[in-house]
C-alpha cells in the first residue's frame, strides 16, 4: 500500500479528484478506504441471482474499474447478463474495459464517459441500477437528478442498490464512526498521515448525507420500499424498486 498512500497527497485541501493515476491504483486503494469493500461487491452480486434475468441488464452508474461487473459476471458467466458502465472519467472506464477483456468469453458491455446527473442516460430498462459510492460525490440536487433519470431508465419491475457513506445524526456516533475508519485503514496499510491527507483532500469534495435523507431522496426520485440491505457505522447499502409491489 505504499504507492497507493501517497496518493492523497498529491492533491491540496478540497482539491481530490479521480485522476488517470488515482485509476490505475484504484482497485488497492477503494479496498483499504472503503471499510468491507468486498463484503459489500459479494452482496451487490450476490442481488442478481434474484434481481437480474438471463440476459437482463445492469446499470453502474459510478462503474470506476468495473469491479462490480467483473464480479457479477464470474458469478454468472453463463447467464448472457448485459451491462451499461457510466463514469465521467475516461482513465476509470478505459482500466475497466482492460479489466474486462481479461474475463473469459465475450460481454455485452457498453462503456458511457459522461455525469450521471445529466440527461439522456444511454440505456433504458435496466433490470438493476448500481449508484456504488457515487451519490456522495454530488450536491443534494445532483444527487436527486441522478436518482430520478435513473428511475425513467429502469424497468418497471427493476431495482436500484445505493451504497455511499452517510453522516451519524447523533454526534456519539459520529466520533465512533470516525475512529473506527481511521482503525480500518490503519489496518490495511494506510499511514496516518495519508488518512489525514485523504481526508483534507475530501473537504467539500465528499458530502455524506444521514441515511434517512437517502433514503428520502430515493423515494421523491420515484423509488419504493428503500431497505437498508448492509450497514457499518458511517457505511450503508440501501435496495429499492421501481414499483410498488
Known sequence: MNEDSDIAHQFDAGGWEFTSHVAEVFDDHVRASVPHYDVIQDLVAETT??????????????ASTGITAQRIL???????????????????????????????GEHDVTFHTTRIQEAPLAHANADL?????????????????????????????????????????????????IDVAHDYKAEHGISDSAIRAKARALRGVLRPYPQATTMQDITMAGWHAPEVLFRWHSWAVIGAFASAQ
Open 49 to 62: 441471482d434474484w434481481l437480474v434475468p438471463a440476459g437482463g441488464l445492469v446499470a453502474d452508474l459510478g
Open 129 to 177: 441500477t448500481l449508484c456504488l459510492f457515487t451519490l456522495q460525490f454530488l450536491s443534494w440536487k445532483e444527487r436527486l437528478d441522478a436518482l430520478r433519470l435513473a428511475c425513467a431508465h429502469s424497468q418497471e419491475t427493476g431495482a436500484l442498490i445505493v451504497a455511499e457513506k452517510i453522516r451519524p445524526v447523533d454526534s456519539r456516533w459520529a466520533e465512533i464512526a
Open 74 to 104: 464470474k458469478r454468472h458467466p453463463g447467464r448472457g447478463i448485459r451491462f451499461a458502465l457510466y463514469d465521467e472519467q475516461p482513465a476509470m472506464l478505459s482500466q475497466a474495459e482492460i479489466a474486462l477483456r481479461k474475463l473469459d
